[in-house]
């Protein structure tokens, strides 16, 4: 196991198998020293652990969390392509998608547990770029989505 799958397992997680693409993509693609993730749902064993949007069927926190297992499902999609986690050394980006009920914006802070994640994960390697965008809905009903960009080793 990995130093980060280590960091995963002190902190009670671990990766998952990747999960199977809904549509005709790929779940991660390696160009040069970058591996781009196609946006991750927070899917736990194939299935979607809720549906709807945040600020009217599901509360902040809850998105929070569900941010988080997007990012732990992201990992683990980066990982199929470069075999070990030790070779990330970066996190360059994350993207977080939120289904928001109006007037909700709450965004950031929904987006914030997939960047606490990651950076428990890889401490200062873990910093990155960011964005939280607002829509008015997801692939599947799905409340959350996150994409990430990593540099790696060799």
Not at 77 to 98: C, Q
């Amino acid at each position: 196991m990995s130093r980060a799958e280590d960091r995963l397992a002190a902190l009670g997680l671990r990766l998952p198998s990747v999960a199977a693409p809904v549509a005709a993509y790929l779940p991660a693609v390696r160009s040069g020293s970058l591996v781009f993730t196609s946006g991750q749902l927070p899917l736990v064993e194939g299935a979607l652990s809720a549906t709807g949007k945040v600020g009217a069927d599901l509360d902040e926190a809850t998105a929070r969390d569900l941010a988080a297992t997007c990012a732990l499902n992201g990992l683990a999609a980066v990982k199929s392509v470069i075999g070990d986690l030790d070779l990330v050394e970066r996190i360059v980006k994350v993207v977080g998608y939120v289904a928001s009920a109006p007037g909700f914006t709450g965004q950031a802070t929904v987006v914030n547990g997939a960047s606490d994640l990651l950076g428990e994960v890889f401490g200062d390697s873990g910093r990155h770029a960011r964005s939280a965008v607002g829509m008015a809905v997801l692939p599947m009903d799905a409340p959350v989505e996150v994409e990430i960009i990593v540099e790696v080793a060799g």
